[in-house]
């Protein structure tokens, strides 16, 4: 949840660090430092707090060292605090570490035994002890780094500088991402990619147990028993300009924008309309695998996992193949029921969330085959799973998710009809007709988008709530729950998503003239059901507020505030409901002056359980 950089160049170092931190701070911001070498000493600088006070603290510094590290830190063991705050040196060894070292304790016993002394309260710093203590032993820097490595358990991307050597960098990983970015006449080690797209486009992406030295213009790949591996360089069509807001005043606002184009994108080479089929590039199922599921198992956690229960709809609703929908940090625990014929699906945006990737691995041990739908391409899920759908969304940067979960609903609905197909219970002719509705959906997204001052109007009208409920039905039951994770995740105003069926058990006691009740009306079979639940609020002079998609004269007479939500089919229809939801949450949190992008506690990918 830290972010990691790591420099070998002839640019001004501290430049580098910070504005690679700058594209990384999403992962984290309680603390922010660097090190870089100046006239061959290793110079440390870092702080509690966001990266503009580390920037602030070095601004009237220049380090002439061509080497160097930066962290920017997301909290676990020990507070935000200047002392807790990466890099940590200990005597020639200098560390900034993603991840959690699970012996720390024992370890750093071992070592205060041997006489040495910590300074923070945090587990990262027991691997600068660590390394250390093997260079005194005479060993390497290298030898060193890998004898540490071995005594390690737990979670870890590692960028390690040592005194003796400016030339050389090393990074390592075990769990948590690391990639090596490939410059002329410059290397980078980061956390993610979009730090470093400035110089870059050419990566390698290390594996868990392995280990790249920076040093000679070049980068050598190696396992923990020292041996050199194989590591293809990978060139990324991403541009730097996909990390940068273009004008917009957050990156949340900017996704969301760029939502129609990132649904045409997921679209793009995988149908045929003329032949009415559907293929992705890494992932296909022969026609007896097909006939063989007997059930699938979605799993995910957040934004993802509403995205998994909007599958489960699609998925058995067009292939009729059974569908579990769990979420991460429960799955593995309950021991589920799955095992051969069953289809283990993770999705993640990051690809890097450690309680989707244990739960993959999970069904992997049951012997279930694995298919992941990510966003970040090579992340460790994608890598780890016998198949891939990407969602072609592009960088997603603001911490609370949006045109990756838009384009979760858009891969979803493709793999239904692949299903439906490979089971065949659609024809070509079906096929094309769903599919000229999925083609409709951009153009329909850039009308919702248009209104978007509507919904700025409505967002300012109910800031001042402390409490918002939202309802919903059927396929649009998740839809509720995710648009009452965008308004609490970066407003901070308490809200809950609810089955409207189920509101008359219980939280319809919560109603009043103070609560806005948002409530998804979709032209579904169930309308008439929710029309009734709009009563039931009305009854409680509860705020309605109603998204609807049909028939707004009905909907309007019954409520306080309506928004028209363009036609579509029930499978389709939450792609749709969602847009208007991302819009309110993001204009009552901007209306209230809140960190849009980097919401308070939060992180982009939680990689740790
Ligand atoms: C959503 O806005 C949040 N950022 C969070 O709930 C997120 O969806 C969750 O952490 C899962 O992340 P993933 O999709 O990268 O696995």
Known sequence: MCGIIGYLGKRNTADVLTEGLKRLEYRGYDSAGIAVFHNDRIEIRRTEGKLAVLEEMISKESFNGATGIGHTRWATHGRPSDANAHPHKAGRIAVVHNG????????????????????????????SHLINDFIEQGLSFEESVRKALHELKGSYALGIMFEGNQEKLIG????????VGLGDGELFIASDTPAVLNYTRDFIFLEDGQMVVLSDGKATVKDLSGKTAKAEPRHLDWNPLMAEKGGYKHFMLKEIFEQPEAIINTIRGRVSREEGTISFENFSLKKKEIDNLKRIAIVACGTSFHA?????????????????VDIGSEFRYRDPVIGKGTLVVVISQSGETADTRAALREGKRKGCLSLAICNVVESSIARESDHVIYTHAGPEIGVASTKAF???????????????????????RKVQKLLAELIRIPGLAKDLLRNASDYQKLARKYAYARNFLYLGRGINYPIALEGALKLKEISYIHAEGYPAGEMKH????????????????????????????????????????ALASANHQEVRQKADEVISIPQTTPLLSPILFTIPLQLLAYYVADFKGNDVDQPRNLAKSVTVE
């Open 406 to 428: 838009v384009t979760q609903l858009v891969a979803l609905y493709l793999l239904a009809l692949y299903l439906a197909v490979g089971k065949g219970r659609v024809d070509a």
């Open 172 to 179: 390592a990983r075990n769990e948590s991402p690391l990639v």
């Open 100 to 127: 959690i070292i699970e012996n720390y304790l024992p370890l750093k016993r071992g070592l205060e035994k041997k006489g040495h002394i910590f300074n923070s309260e945090t587990d990262s710093e027991v691997i």
């Open 308 to 324: 998994a229960t909007v599958g489960k709809f699609m998925i058995e609703t067009l292939a009729g193949i059974p569908v579990d």
């Open 506 to 545: 219980g939280p319809i006691a919560l109603i009043d003239k103070e609560m806005p009740v948002v409530v998804l009306v979709a032209d579904d079979d169930v309308r008439d059901k929710v029309m009734g639940n709009i009563e039931e609020v009305r009854a409680r002079d509860g705020i309605l507020i």
